[in-house]
């Protein structure tokens, strides 16, 4: 049995596996597979040729990009971009906050950030992304890895703090776009996260590479 929104909208191909439960206002593209107990929450947008494995849960207004693999148990926060050809591995989990202000005093700010994860990156099983963390095009991020920096520049990181160890291996860089590394920095897909974040902040260094957004 699934619970899927009137409003869903997917393209051709859809593959759906058992006890997937989907919101409103969720978007696939074609060729898509979403595995058993998959929870797809609002604001929720996968492209083309993706796969989203079982047990994985979107917390709501993220994108997903096109031939993108989400591994088993995988947990995409809000305010997450996932450009294409990425791996993300199973267990991982990324963030949208740095404050947590439930029970807290209403002078903690409350700031969603935007994580984003660049074109062909590859993140080990379990790793963690902290909340408005950028990793460039061509990343290996080693299981368990903890990412508390952006990481700027291809290469092979692991440990916590995730740091680089060495660089990636040709066989397995994926030839870039001019345009990897910012492809889905822009008002089409950043203004439908702010209807669900309205508190969503862009940081200086994703304006720096796309200066239409603010």
């Not at 597979?33 to 993220?62: E, F, M, P, Q, Y």
């Not at 660089?167 to 990897?180: G, R």
């Not at 910012?182 to 994703?206: A, C, S």
């Amino acid at each position: 049995m699934n619970y899927i929104s009137d409003d869903f909208k997917s393209g051709k191909n859809l593959t759906l596996g058992e006890y997937v439960i989907i919101e409103p206002d969720v978007v696939v593209g074609d060729n898509v597979k979403l595995g058993h107990r998959v929870t797809l929450k609002s604001g929720t947008i996968v492209g083309n040729n993706s796969t989203v494995d079982d047990h994985c849960i979107t917390t709501g207004a993220c994108y997903i990009g096109d031939h993108v693999n989400i591994r088993t148990g995988a947990i995409i926060s809000k305010a997450t971009i996932i450009e294409d050809f990425g791996f993300i591995g199973p267990g991982v989990i990324t963030n949208h906050t740095k404050n947590v202000i439930y029970g807290r005093s209403s002078k903690v700010p409350d700031i969603q950030y935007l994580t984003y994860i660049g074109f062909g990156s590859i993140i080990g099983s379990q790793a963690s992304i902290l909340a408005g963390i950028r990793i460039a095009p061509n990343v290996i991020l080693g299981g368990g890895a903890v990412v508390v920096k952006n990481l700027d520049e291809s290469g092979v990181f692991v440990g916590s703090p995730a740091k680089k160890i060495a660089e990636v291996d040709n066989d397995y860089k994926i030839d870039e776009p001019d345009n990897a590394g910012y492809m889905y920095l822009n008002e089409h897909v950043i203004n439908p996260m702010k209807t669900y974040i309205p508190k969503l902040k862009i940081t200086d260094n994703y304006i720096r590479l796309s200066p239409d957004l603010h």
